[in-house]
């Protein structure tokens, strides 16, 4: 029977684990972007729109980017209609996740390997999608009907199959804004961008939080409240998530950026901070709603990843690709974490690399589901083929490959 205490326990540590493990390395990626996107005046964009044929390569080296921050880049550019479908895919099949982060410390050889057959196969199946379709419009046809008949018109967005913004006049939609009484630098108006700007220092201290977590190798933080490494983890944790939450519910509202999701062109440096900001702060609230219903899950229905590495054989790499369908990355760090412990084979990593979408998948959910579920569908395919084929014909498919000492 599970305990009122330890409900609690899962609920701190999930909103502390969640923007130091996540959200602070979500924040410079974006911030990385959006400031490019700033300077080059929007060019970088225009370059992708102009140049289709490169989209689904630049889609890979995006998702390659450890963490998600690259891959949560890429979906606002698909919602507005200026990066293909295939290359969503492309983008989701790469995305190494903050699992990388333990492999590329723990394992660099089995990186290098894994995540290059993820970019290849994100490549190939994305220039696959965009030049044959493979199936989407039939998918598109399928979702339609169930937003008809069941989803109340909740999955009533372009279709995927084609290259039209995801959902009309998306960029019309975000010109208004509810608050704009609130925006007159009044007290509320203040109080927000004072807040964004505490937002940022509190990212920046947990990046250095979350570096230092993993140089140690990923291990059990106490809830700490001192002048050490837990402390920087705890306070940084905790009180990045409530600003989060009050910069996606209450702060974007006030200070300009109502629209989360949405890809722009920046007036000046700060704008492109705050839209960064307000871009991460939508992830958190994803990403810990996300981990409190895996850390709950767990505890309640006595799940057990660490079963997984009991697979043996054919279904280990299928047993890979199945978790990478989980959105979020704290599943799939564990799952490298048995990695790295030689629990699990070279097949299953691949596989399971291939197949997760990390918490890019997050923003395409918030605002196209239908999209999502597809784009997860067909991130799965090329996790099951490649895995499999790894199982039987790479000379190095045992366990331990590549992993250090």
Not at 69 to 92: K, N
Not at 120 to 135: E, P, R
Not at 242 to 255: A, E, K, P, W
Not at 324 to 336: D, L, T, W
Request: aromatic content about 12%.
């Amino acid at each position: 029977m599970i305990t009122v205490q330890e409900l609690t326990d899962i609920f701190i540590f999930s909103v502390r684990d969640g923007f130091v493990q996540v959200s602070a390395f979500v924040a410079i990626t974006v911030l990385l972007f959006s400031y490019i996107q700033y300077q080059s005046g929007g060019r970088l964009v225009r370059f992708l729109e102009k140049n289709k044929h490169l989209q689904p390569l630049a889609g890979a080296l995006l998702g390659l980017t450890p963490g998600c921050g690259g891959a949560i880049i890429a979906m606002p550019l698909y919602v507005r209609g200026s990066i293909s479908f295939g290359t969503v895919v492309a983008t989701l099949t790469a995305t190494a996740g903050d699992s990388a982060f333990v492999i590329l410390t723990q394992a660099p050889v089995a990186a290098l390997y894994a995540y290059g057959l993820a970019a290849l196969a994100g490549i190939l199946f994305g220039y696959a999608i965009d030049y044959w379709g493979l199936g989407t419009g039939r998918l598109d046809r399928a979702f339609q009907q169930i937003g008809d008949s069941v989803m109340n018109g909740s999955f009533k967005t372009t279709n995927v199959s084609n290259d039209k913004p995801s959902i009309p006049n998306i960029d019309r939609s975000c010109d208004h804004d509810t608050s704009t009484n609130l925006r007159k630098g009044g007290f509320w108006h203040k109080v927000s961008h004072a807040i964004h700007i505490a937002w940022w220092g509190l990212a920046i201290a947990g990046l250095i939080a979350g570096i230092e977590y993993l140089r140690r190798g990923a291990p059990e933080v106490p809830l700490a409240f001192g002048l050490d490494f837990p402390t920087l983890f705890t306070v940084a944790g905790l009180l990045g998530t409530t600003l989060s939450f009050y910069l996606y519910i209450v702060g974007r509202r006030i200070i300009g950026e109502e629209c989360s999701g949405r890809m722009r062109n920046f007036s000046n440096t700060y704008a492109a901070f705050k839209h960064a900001a307000m871009e991460t702060s939508m992830v958190t609230v994803w990403v810990i709603v996300a981990y409190l219903i895996y850390e709950y899950s767990i505890v309640i229905f006595s799940l057990n990843i660490g079963a997984l590495a009991t697979a043996v054989g054919i279904w280990a790499p299928i047993a890979g690709a199945a978790l990478g369908i989980v959105p979020g990355c704290g599943p799939q760090i564990i799952f490298a974490t048995l990695y790295a412990s030689n629990q699990i084979p070279f097949s299953a990593l691949v596989a399971n690399a291939i197949s997760q979408d990390g918490d890019a998948l997050f923003p395409l959910m918030a605002i196209d589901m239908k999209a999502a579920i597809i784009a997860t569908i067909y991130t799965t395919i090329p996790a099951l083929i490649v895995g499999v084929l790894i199982y039987y014909f790479w000379p190095y498919a045992s366990m331990g490959f590549g992993v250090l000492g």
